[in-house]
């Protein structure tokens, strides 16, 4: 039976931790977290979390595995995409990988940037 996209991403969000925007900012401010952008590399250069990390969705068990400084199992890692889909799947990962304390951001980079929270965005050079 085929499954819609829709429906897979909200089985993955019933078996992860989806907090607020003002419990992500706490970790995001505290840079103890490892704070992971699952968009891809376009997205990332558009605006993204202060610290964020970008490995998108699509690499994500291939880059964890070639990465030993990410490995980190214990550490908190806070997972987020634009919206909140890419980053529930990504959380399922994360701990099917054996990470114990992964959490993801409700309503994603787009709830994060409209709350008016702040952003890292690309140099743009007007020369």
């Known amino acids: 039976m085929f499954i819609p996209a829709h429906e897979f991403v909200q089985k993955a969000k019933s078996g992860i931790c989806e907090i607020s925007l003002e419990d992500a900012e706490k970790i995001v401010v505290s ?3 490892l704070v992971l952008d699952v968009r891809e ?5 558009e605006g993204h979390l202060l610290g964020a990390v970008n490995i998108p969705r699509g690499m994500l068990e291939f880059v964890l595995s070639a990465q030993p400084e ?3 199992t ?3 890692v806070l997972v987020y995409c634009k919206t909140g889909g890419r980053a529930a799947l990504a959380a399922i990962s994360l701990q099917a990988m054996g990470f ?3 959490k993801s951001i409700a309503g994603g980079y787009d709830g994060w940037h409209a709350s008016g929270r702040m952003v890292a965005l ?3 050079s007007f020369d």
Request: no cysteine; hydrophobic share 25%; charged share 30%.
């Open 122 to 124: 690309p140099n743009i």
């Open 41 to 45: 590399p376009g997205e990332f250069q």
């Open 31 to 33: 840079k103890a977290s």
């Open 70 to 72: 990410l490995q980190d």
């Open 74 to 76: 214990s550490k908190e």
């Open 100 to 102: 114990e304390n992964v």
